[in-house]
């Protein structure tokens, strides 16, 4: 067999994205067949995430995508493990291109996401495998959300906070541009204050039976009477939602109103339907 080339590495390397001495140690494996070649850069991706598997990787991007007729959206966390590998372009452009499949093809899950095609029989996967190769460091797909609307349904809009550190989409029921800067107002405010909900409405009833029996408790210890406990408890409640619901929350531009008298001074009728927001961490 004749030597590998410097030319053959440095074509495998712009293939790939792999190092220089992994290219030329895979193609030496290989024989010099460039498909073969990638395949073994790929193995070596296998075995090096399950041998990171237990390193931790809360360092990554959060991307934030909406349709250009604004009916869905989609956010998505790609973790990896130092901040200087979420900085760089290329992990960045590969999140990215995670984001722009998962919005075409809309899967319910993560599991879905990873199993649809990438490129050339890859699926997206087998891909965060091969950069972890690649890379030299755990990479995982970590979270993924969607919302999906139909035309007339309103519109979904995206939020990327500074850094790629936290992504939202939130669903409004109205269409227009008019709407656009209010509901990326409200998406920061998502960012910001972490609601676990649009409303009480959307509170698990597991939630409100433990916010409610801790309220109980604390008034117990007060030493209120025993026939005022539920009605505290209930005033505690309305507290929590105050704080932990979107349009509860105080509006974070002007806390003297909620979130929901904000849309409402700009259509009476507007009004948040769904948001989802992933963050690192």
Do not use: W
């Not at 030496?28 to 296998?46: P, S, W, Y």
């Amino acid at each position: 067999m004749s030597a590998i080339s410097a030319a053959d590495v440095k074509k495998l390397r712009d293939l790939t994205g792999a190092g220089m001495m992994d290219c030329k140690k895979a193609l030496t494996e290989a024989g010099g067949d460039f498909d073969k070649a990638i395949e073994v850069l790929r193995k070596k991706g296998q075995k090096l995430s399950e041998k990171r598997a237990d390193r931790e990787a809360k360092e990554g991007v959060v991307i934030a995508r909406t349709s250009s007729n604004k009916n869905n959206g989609v956010v998505l966390r790609l973790s990896c493990e130092t901040d200087f590998v979420a900085k760089t372009e290329s992990f960045v452009q590969l999140a990215e291109s995670f984001a722009d499949i998962a919005l075409t093809k809309l899967p319910s899950t993560k599991e879905e996401l990873l199993n649809l095609d990438y490129e050339d029989g890859l699926t997206i996967g087998k891909k965060v495998e091969e950069q972890t190769g690649v890379i030299g460091e755990k990479l995982e797909l970590s979270d993924y959300a969607k919302i999906e609307t139909s035309a007339g349904n309103g519109q979904v809009l995206p939020y990327i906070h500074m850094g790629y550190k936290a992504g939202v989409v939130i669903a409004l029921n109205k269409e227009g541009s008019q709407f656009e800067e209010p509901g990326r107002n409200v998406a920061m405010q998502v960012a910001a204050m972490r609601p676990i909900a649009v409303d009480e409405n959307g509170v698990a009833q597991d939630v409100i039976d433990k916010e409610i029996e801790i309220g109980m408790e604390i008034a117990k210890k007060e030493g209120k009477p025993e026939q005022m406990l539920e009605k505290i408890a209930k005033g505690k409640l309305n507290k929590y939602f105050k704080e932990n619901t979107l349009l509860n929350q105080a509006y974070v531009k002007e806390n003297k109103k909620s979130v929901g008298q904000y849309l409402k001074e700009i259509d009476p009728e507007l009004t948040v339907t769904e948001f989802k927001h992933i963050e690192l961490g």
